[in-house]
């Protein structure tokens, strides 16, 4: 039993290590009071969870969704930035924070619809929307399928699939072992934790989800700012199809970057994503490719 619980617990530990954070990142995270706001966290219970969220400034609506694993502190460079101008509202996603959620079963499509709620919640008509990473996707497909809930939408690191089409290879198999190893050592196990379920559940969503199809993308009409690190663990082409895929896209390909652009590139990542959200869209074809 001891051998089994060390091996998911090595397991999890090199999931985790294997994010890409600087060291001034996790001290920010460790003592920041974003995600841990006794002042202002709530929970809105919907859907079979108790979702926990936070929400900062005021003016127009801007929902910011983390990555997996991750929580509201991994905005904290973002977070009192746009609260200047921006009603930010942040959420601990499904499984993750401090949201519990006890379902054996986890979806793209579940936290896509447990954020449309919160808005609905919050009697929030629309809102600008950032994702990262797996909040990325959920933006993608919040848009996809709740669009009259998103007005501009900026994620960065998303995917539509998870196959070396779209992951780095290196980055695919590691997570596709992790998750197969981890799952063997759940099922001998006779008492796993409630925590080693969930972490679980959570790789395997990086292991075998999402299952986007690219003419989907012809669904999302807001304006969009598709973003990616050309190190990113998600390939630069893969981000350029995202592009394309979408009607009205910008696209933002930082140099040498990897997944982490809103940390590594904060003061920049925060500027052009403001700017984005406040100019309006400019639809660039025909000569207007020359300007």
């Known amino acids: 039993m001891k051998t089994l619980q060390l091996t998911i617990t090595s397991l999890l530990l090199l999931l985790t290590a294997s994010v890409c954070w600087d060291q001034n990142f996790e001290k920010d995270m460790d003592t920041t009071m974003y995600g841990r706001n006794k002042a202002v966290g709530k929970y809105a219970e919907f859907r079979g969870i108790k ?3 936070e929400v900062y400034g005021k003016g127009e609506p801007l929902l910011i969704i983390h990555g997996n694993g991750g929580s509201i502190k991994n905005f904290v460079y973002q977070i009192p930035y746009f609260a200047k101008n921006y009603r930010v509202i942040l959420a601990d996603s499904r499984a993750q924070g401090k949201t519990i959620d006890g379902a054996d079963s986890l979806s793209y499509e579940m936290i896509s619809d447990d954020l449309n709620a919160l808005l609905d919640h919050l009697k929030i008509k629309n809102a600008n929307v950032i994702g990262w990473s797996d909040g990325g996707i959920e933006g993608l497909l919040l848009a996809m399928y709740h669009p009259d809930k998103v007005k501009k939408l900026a994620v960065t690191g998303a995917n539509l699939r998870p196959d070396t089409t779209a992951v780095d290879p290196f980055v695919q198999k590691m997570m596709l072992n992790i998750n197969i190893k981890g799952a063997d050592s759940l099922k001998r196990m006779k008492n796993p ?9 959570l790789m395997h969503l990086l292991s075998y989800e999402p299952n986007i199809k690219t003419a989907d993308l012809k669904k999302i009409s807001c304006p969009t700012l598709v973003i990616g690190g050309d190190h990113d663990v998600i390939t630069t ?3 350029l199809e995202i592009f394309e895929g979408i009607k009205n896209a910008y696209l933002w390909i930082l140099p040498n970057s990897g997944h982490a652009t809103p940390v590594v590139y904060k003061d920049q990542f925060n500027q052009v994503v403001a700017d984005f959200f406040a100019k309006p869209f400019r639809k660039i074809d025909k000569t207007g490719r020359f300007r």
């Open 237 to 239: 082409r893969h981000t």
């Open 193 to 201: 934790t409630a925590e080693m379920k969930n972490q679980l559940k």
């Open 51 to 53: 979702m926990y969220y």
